[in-house]
């Protein structure tokens, strides 16, 4: 199978010359107990995938990258009884073990066990199977690894959905969705006549702009320094857009003393500050960019006890995968969820490297790639 590999971190940009990522023919592997073989019918590129090249996020190399994707079940490991061959999927960059303490804690998010094997580059249940030709072994990106033909995942990374959906849809809800509309719904709990202020509209502020728009009666503020976002914003259901600059401003006009959420969708510990102070009494901050390690944060201590502010750190929204996929799927069957104006363009996986200086650049908001010849 072709499947896209990195192995060394913190190329120089522009990414089409250096080409960090490289296409490779490797073995297809076969699933072992409690895994799938899918074909990955489509994957898009995030700024997680970004994280790894730029190495502002530490994985062992050589990997596969890619983790947001959706496709068909290929072949099954023994024990796994509750999908069958041709099903569509969704996978998930968090395979939730049931049993550590997060997991019997509702939050399989955050799962220990499936954070061990993400950070490991093997799959939750056993080590690593990719590999070259010549029998290196090839890490695991997030369980995933979606820029290849086909993906051998655990069971727990795969959510079957309804055969209607297209994958151009699909492919989305994985993980921009999973974060943005659980960072809103679950860790926020955004509830009706409240007013949210989104900071960073890549794909993930985008649908949470979406999931704060289909409410009843919110007043939905969406930022970010390039005027296209904005305006992209504004279709998906903002309210009012501005730059950076223009927040204080645009709360002052539209939420009086402050928001009752704000979203931090950057990855940025400045404007993680700059959200703080424009909480109203009691709001609270949902952090779900990634900042590079060795960020740090800076802000009133007082503000916490004194004014009741919260600041909540959201990995992959808070979100329990196999109940909120389908939630949000029939939302956006619904007509209240438009994930389709995040899809850039679709292209072949050979553009991955141009693709990630797209990516910097903020001119594609979801970029899907095609593994396979239609």
Not at 125 to 137: F, I, N, P, T, Y
Not at 202 to 212: D, E, F, N, T
Not at 228 to 237: H, I, N, Q, Y
Request: proline fraction near 6%; glycine fraction near 10%; hydrophobic fraction near 45%.
């Amino acid at each position: 199978m072709l499947s896209a590999i990195l192995r060394e971190s913190g190329s120089t940009r522009p990414y089409a010359d250096s080409r960090p990522l490289t296409l490779e023919q490797i073995p297809v592997p076969a699933p072992r107990a409690g895994e799938v073989l899918v074909r990955i019918e489509r994957a898009s590129l995030c700024h997680s995938d970004l994280s790894v090249v730029d190495g502002s996020r530490v994985r062992p190399l050589p990997m596969a990258l890619g983790h947001e994707a959706a496709g068909t079940v290929s072949a099954l490991g023994d024990g796994v009884d509750d999908l069958a061959v041709g099903d569509r999927v969704v996978l998930v960059f968090v395979p939730s073990c049931g049993n550590c303490r997060a997991c019997l804690a509702g939050r399989p998010a955050l799962c220990h066990r499936g954070a061990e094997a993400n950070g490991s580059g093997d799959l939750l249940h056993g080590s690593a199977v990719l590999a070259s030709g010549d029998g290196e072994r090839i890490n695991h990106h997030l369980g995933v690894s979606a820029f290849s033909q086909y993906a051998v995942v655990a069971r727990e990374s795969v959510v079957a959905i309804d055969s209607d959906v297209p994958f151009d849809i699909a492919a989305m809800f994985g993980c921009a969705a999973l974060t943005g509309i659980g960072a809103v719904l679950n860790t926020g709990a955004l509830a009706p006549g409240q007013s949210v202020i989104v900071f960073g509209l890549g794909a993930v502020g985008l649908m949470a702009v979406m999931a704060a728009a289909q409410m009843a009666g919110t007043t939905v503020i969406a930022i970010d320094p390039l005027p296209d976002k904005r305006a992209l914003a504004l279709r998906c259901g903002a309210h009012h857009a501005g730059s950076p600059d223009q927040a204080a401003e645009l709360v002052r006009q539209h939420a009086g003393d402050g928001v009752d959420l704000a979203i931090e969708a950057v990855g940025s510990a400045r404007v993680m500050e700059a959200s703080l102070a424009l909480l109203t009494r009691g709001g609270a901050l949902v952090s779900v960019g990634l900042p590079h390690p060795e960020q740090t944060l800076t802000t009133p201590a007082l503000q916490f006890a004194g004014m009741g502010r919260r600041l909540l750190g959201s990995y992959m929204g808070d979100s329990v995968p196999s109940r909120d996929i389908p939630a949000y799927l029939q939302l956006w069957r619904d007509g209240r969820l438009p994930v389709e104006l995040l899809h850039t363009d679709t292209r072949p996986l050979s553009d991955l490297n141009e693709s990630l200086d797209a990516l910097v650049a903020g001119e594609v908001v979801r970029r899907l790639f095609v593994m396979h010849a239609e």
